[in-house]
């Protein structure tokens, strides 16, 4: 099922395991080939959340960190993107590895031209107030 936020249908909606729009929350892409195409015509940073079904943190991320309200508004300023490793499928798996994503969570953000900025990668469950300075950095 998750081959197809990845594969040829990728465009044809929201898919499974994409964070739903929420009043205090960022409009998530429902895929990375959105995502990466809206990053680079609007010149603005590509976030990546890989996370899964099945992490415990993941699920606190979204629960709370991705839904406190200073968190909400700073993700305007970027183009957020959850990358669902609940099933491992062969374009899944090629992004965990082309980023460097080795354990559930990680965020990593992305300038418009591709760049991985690594100083901002973080690994682990985050709060509001350290995900928030980490945004504000940007």
Known sequence: VSSILFGRAWDRG?????????????????????AERRARDEDRVLMLYFGADWCGPCKDLEESTFKEKEVAELLTGVVPV????????????????????YSLPEIVFVQSDGGVMESARIRGFVDGPELAGVLREL
Do not use: C, Q
Request: charged residues 20%.
């Open 14 to 34: 929201p898919v499974r395991g994409s964070l739903p729009p929420t009043p205090l929350s960022a409009a998530w892409e429902a895929s990375f080939s959105n």
């Open 82 to 101: 959850k990358i669902d490793g609940s099933e491992m499928s062969g374009p899944v798996s090629k992004l965990f590895r082309r980023y460097g994503v």
